[in-house]
C-alpha cells in the first residue's frame, strides 16, 4: 500500500488536525453569510478553487466546499486538476498512490477510475506539489460521506490537453458509472498590484464567463498573464460542456493576498462554480 504523505503540513496549512480544524471553522463561520447556498440546488458540476496557504485563500475555497456541503448530491470521485509548480514528470499524469494522507486522515485514490483514462500514471508529479494537496483537507472537513479523489497533474497546459482530459474524464465517468465533481485548482494573477490583477484576471474571467477555453490560452499567452492553472481550468469548462448543454457560471468570491497582510505585490483567488439548473 502507498501513502502519499502531506508534502505541505506546517506551511499551507497546520499539521495539527486541531488547529487545522479550527483555521477551517473560523474562516467559515467569518463567510457563511456571504455564501450563496441557494446555488446549492443546482447541479454541481464543478469548479475553480484557489491552492494557495488557507491564511490567504480559504475566505474563497470554503465558499465552494459549503456549497458542495449543502447540495443533495454525493459524489463518488473527487477529481482534483492541479498544475505542475515544480515541472517534475509528464504531460498529463494520474497520481499512483492508493492513499493520500492529510492531518485529518487518509482518502483513498479512485485507482480504477485512473487506469481507465488512459494517461500516465505517477507519483513524481504530486510528490512536492501542493495544488492538489490543499484541497483534500476541505474535502475531509466539508464531506462526510465516502468518496475517493482522483489527483491529476496537469503540467503541460495547453488547450489541446484540456480538451484531451475532459473527454476522457467524461468517458471514464460514463463507462464506471461515476459520479464525479471535478475541482480545477487554480490561483488568479500573481505578485501585481491590486489593481493591476484585477484588470489581468478580467481578460481571463470574460473567457471563463462564456465558456470559451481556448481564448482563455491564447489571452493568457499573449498578455503573459499569471495564472497558475489555466490547465485545470480549460478542462474544467471543456468537461463541463461535455455533461450539460447550458452550464452555469457563478463566480463565489474574489480577493488578494493583501487583504490578509497589505502589500502592492498581491496574489489573486477566486472561487467560481460551475452547474446546471435542475
Not at 60 to 68: C, D, G, L, P, T
Not at 79 to 96: L, R
Amino acid at each position: 500500500m502507498n501513502i502519499r504523505k502531506s508534502a505541505v503540513a506546517g506551511r499551507f496549512y497546520p499539521a495539527n488536525s486541531k488547529a487545522l480544524i479550527e483555521e477551517i471553522e473560523t474562516i467559515r463561520n467569518k463567510e457563511l453569510s456571504q455564501i450563496n447556498l441557494k446555488l446549492a440546488d443546482n447541479n454541481i458540476i464543478g469548479g475553480i478553487v484557489p491552492h494557495a496557504g488557507y491564511m490567504f485563500s480559504a475566505y474563497q475555497a470554503v465558499h465552494f466546499f459549503e456549497i458542495a456541503k449543502q447540495t443533495s448530491q454525493d459524489f463518488d470521485t473527487i477529481v482534483i486538476v492541479n498544475p505542475n509548480h515544480t515541472g517534475i514528470g509528464k504531460e498529463i499524469a494520474f497520481d499512483s498512490n492508493d492513499f493520500w494522507e492529510t492531518p485529518l486522515g487518509q482518502v483513498a485514490i479512485d485507482k480504477e477510475f485512473g487506469e481507465s483514462l488512459g494517461i500516465d500514471i505517477s507519483d513524481m508529479e504530486q510528490k512536492h506539489e501542493h495544488s492538489g494537496e490543499v484541497m483534500v483537507p476541505f474535502l475531509q472537513y466539508f464531506l462526510d460521506y465516502n468518496y475517493k479523489i482522483a489527483p491529476i497533474t496537469l503540467s503541460n497546459q495547453t488547450f489541446k490537453n484540456a480538451k484531451f482530459l475532459a473527454k476522457k474524464l467524461f468517458e471514464s465517468s460514463q463507462k464506471l458509472n461515476r459520479k464525479i465533481l471535478l475541482i480545477a485548482s487554480s490561483d488568479f494573477s500573481h505578485f501585481l498590484t491590486p489593481d493591476e490583477g484585477k484588470e489581468k484576471d478580467a481578460f481571463v474571467l470574460e473567457h471563463i464567463i462564456t465558456l470559451e477555453s481556448e481564448a482563455i490560452e491564447k489571452v493568457v499567452r499573449k498578455k503573459n498573464i499569471s495564472v497558475c492553472g489555466f490547465g485545470p481550468i480549460m478542462t474544467l469548462i471543456e468537461y463541463s460542456k461535455l455533461v450539460s448543454p447550458d452550464p452555469k457560471v457563478d463566480i463565489l468570491r474574489s480577493g488578494h493576498s493583501g487583504e490578509i497582510i497589505p502589500s502592492n505585490e498581491v496574489v489573486d483567488y477566486i472561487s467560481i462554480l460551475f452547474s446546471d439548473i435542475l
